[in-house]
Antibody
């Protein structure tokens, strides 16, 4: 059974850094396209970042240069390193597996709150 | 960037109604479009991919159509479990979601 479990969220001050983790089971992270999507409180879904099975990475303009997606093959885990956080980064962050750019499985989400 | 616009933003309907939601792309995306259902406080679930293919496990009352810039999601007979928010997503060029359509009880 495919499972994705996010961790690492919480309250962080503006300008701070946070690393989200997504532990996967039931499939191999490094063999799949993996995505981060976020949803601000009461708002819609926003695509954030994707990593190809081959390792290429892509980012939304809103996070480019501040966020980094990566993975650890030995831990079967996906990461999102978030630096220079802003109030507008406050959201539930979902880790997701893709069939290329299509998303077929989502984690339960983790809340990141950027506030002083 | 490709923009996705859904209509309506909110839809009030009754159990048994036929419901249609529209998604328009700012430029042609071929058939690279998906539909997701999201219930309050939960992660989205994939319903339709490649514009009209039903995801395994999704109820057959859901169907999708369209190509190019205009797409529709149809629920043939609305069930109590279907009251939720629906999002379209283009995956032709990176990924963009529509703003969502909330289906409410009339």
């Amino acid at each position: 059974e495919v499972q994705l479990v996010e961790s690492g969220g919480g309250l962080i001050q503006p300008g701070g850094s946070l690393r989200l983790s997504c532990a996967a089971s039931g499939f191999t992270v490094s063999s799949n396209y993996m995505t981060w999507v976020r949803q601000a409180p009461g708002k819609g879904l926003e695509w954030v970042s994707l990593i190809y099975s081959g390792g290429s990475t892509y980012y939304a303009d809103s996070v480019k240069g501040r966020f980094t997606i990566s993975r650890d093959k030995s831990k079967n885990t996906l990461y999102l390193q978030m630096n220079s956080l802003r109030a507008e980064d406050t959201a539930v962050y979902y880790c997701a597996r893709g069939r290329q750019w299509l998303i077929d499985y989502w984690g339960q989400g983790i809340l990141v709150t950027v506030s002083s | 960037d490709i923009q996705m616009t859904q209509s309506p933003s909110t839809l009030s309907a009754s159990v048994g109604d036929r419901v249609t939601i529209t998604c328009r792309a700012s430029q042609s995306i071929g058939r690279w479009l998906a539909w997701y259902q999201q219930k309050s406080g939960k992660a989205p679930k994939l319903l339709i991919y490649d514009a009209s293919s039903l995801e395994s496990g999704a109820p057959s009352r859901f169907s999708g159509s369209g190509s190019g810039t205009e797409f529709t999601l149809t629920i043939s007979s609305l069930q109590p479990d279907d009251f939720a928010t629906y999002y379209c997503q283009q995956y032709n060029n990176y990924s963009t979601f529509g703003q969502g359509t909330k289906v409410e009880i009339k």
